[in-house]
Antibody, heavy 120, light 110 residues
Framework: EVQLVESGGGLVQPGGSLRLSCSAS????????LHWVRQAPGKGLEYVSA????????SYADSVKGRFTISRDNSKNTLYLQMSSLRVEDTAVYYC?????????????WGQGTLVTVSS | QSVLTQPPSVSGAPGQRVTISCTGS?????????VHWYQQLPGTAPKLLIY???NRPSGVPDRFSGSKSGTSASLAITGLQAEDEADYYC??????????FGTGTTVTVL
């Protein structure tokens, strides 16, 4: 059974930093691209960042570029999102998402999410 | 920031058919990228409902169907049931190969 378990969320002041982790199991971790998607309270889904299966390629939403860094450790089956210079508008539930390997590039499994609250 | 447009809400009586549209542009859906649909039940994470425009993952009832044409896509739910009350999102990619989501649609069963 595929499992994605996020951790590291919490309350942080504007301008602060936080690192999210996503521990994965139930599939060949090094074989899949992974993403972070967020959802602000009462709002829709927003793409945040993506990383290729070997970590060699990354992409970011314009809203987080230069402030967030995605990475992965394939030896630990773990995905990370380092967030810095946090803003109030970064408040959201952050989901770790697995991309399928069938060539459709859909998001076939989602974690339960971790809440990040940026507030003074 | 959503670049794919969906109606905010749709509703129907049990057993009826409802459709949700997803309108993009030539730089995403119209560029040939597949459209996927997700269902988000209240208080839970999204779940893949339709992938590759019209394919259902194992376990998804055949009441759900998807289609794509030009710069738009649609999700149809036939035989609407109470447990279908949820938020639905379409998703595709843009020319930078970044994922783009729809604005989301709330389905209400009357």
């Amino acid at each position: 059974e595929v499992q994605l378990v996020e951790s590291g969320g919490g309350l942080v002041q504007p301008g602060g930093s936080l690192r999210l982790s996503c521990s994965a199991s139930g599939f060949t971790f090094r074989g899949n691209a992974l993403h972070w998607v967020r959802q602000a309270p009462g709002k829709g889904l927003e793409y945040v960042s993506a990383i290729s299966s070997n970590g060699g390629s990354t992409s970011y939403a314009d809203s987080v570029k230069g402030r967030f860094t995605i990475s992965r450790d394939n030896s630990k089956n773990t995905l990370y999102l380092q967030m810095s210079s946090l803003r109030v508008e970064d408040t959201a539930v952050y989901y770790c998402v697995k991309e399928d390997r069938d060539g459709y590039n859909s998001f076939d499994y989602w974690g339960q999410g971790t809440l990040v609250t940026v507030s003074s | 920031q959503s670049v794919l447009t969906q109606p905010p809400s749709v509703s129907g009586a049990p057993g009826q058919r409802v459709t949700i549209s997803c309108t993009g542009s030539g730089s995403n859906i119209g560029a040939g990228y597949d459209v996927h649909w997700y269902q988000q039940l209240p208080g839970t994470a999204p779940k893949l409902l339709i992938y590759g425009n019209s394919n259902r993952p194992s376990g998804v009832p055949d009441r759900f169907s998807g289609s794509k044409s030009g710069t738009s896509a649609s999700l149809a739910i036939t035989g609407l049931q109470a447990e279908d009350e949820a938020d639905y999102y379409c998703q595709s990619y843009d020319s930078s190969l970044r994922a783009v989501f729809g604005t989301g649609t709330t389905v209400t069963v009357l």
